[in-house]
């Protein structure tokens, strides 16, 4: 099972950007998705979260009409744009994967983990 996070980088704030995660060694489209970060010194947080058939999402209120998550099963990933962003912002951000059928904010509930991609954000 591997779950790879890519696309992060040096953004000024205001600016946009795409994350990627790429799965493979599960049957993707019976996991939902997640993605989370770490900011330094803080916990693992909830960002955004995908249903196994992409019908529903759920968002953390701090990114809410800002970051928006979508997921290809044909080619078993997911993306996260994000648009807007602030130096609050930065972190390492992971994707994860639930045999839930919608995601939730349960760390718990995600049984495997990417490494994460990092991101900053520069004011």
């Known amino acids: 099972v591997q779950l790879q996070a890519y696309g992060g980088g040096l953004v000024q704030a205001g600016g946009s950007l795409r994350l990627s995660c790429a799965a493979s060694?599960?049957?993707?489209?019976?996991?939902?998705i997640a993605w989370y970060r770490q900011a330094p010194g803080k916990e693992r947080e909830f960002v955004a979260g995908?249903?196994?058939?992409?019908?529903?999402?759920t968002y953390a209120d701090s990114v809410k009409g800002r970051f928006t998550i979508s997921r290809d099963n044909a080619k078993d990933m997911v993306f996260l744009q994000m648009n807007s962003l602030r130096p609050e912002d930065t972190a390492v951000y992971y994707c994860?994967?639930?045999?839930?059928?919608?995601?939730?904010?349960?760390?718990?509930?995600?049984?495997?983990w990417g490494r994460g991609t990092e991101l900053t954000v520069s004011s």
């Open positions: 995908i249903s196994w058939r992409g019908g529903s999402t």
């Open positions: 060694g599960f049957i993707f489209d019976d996991y939902s």
């Open positions: 994860a994967a639930s045999r839930t059928s919608i995601a939730t904010m349960a760390r718990d509930d995600y049984s495997y």
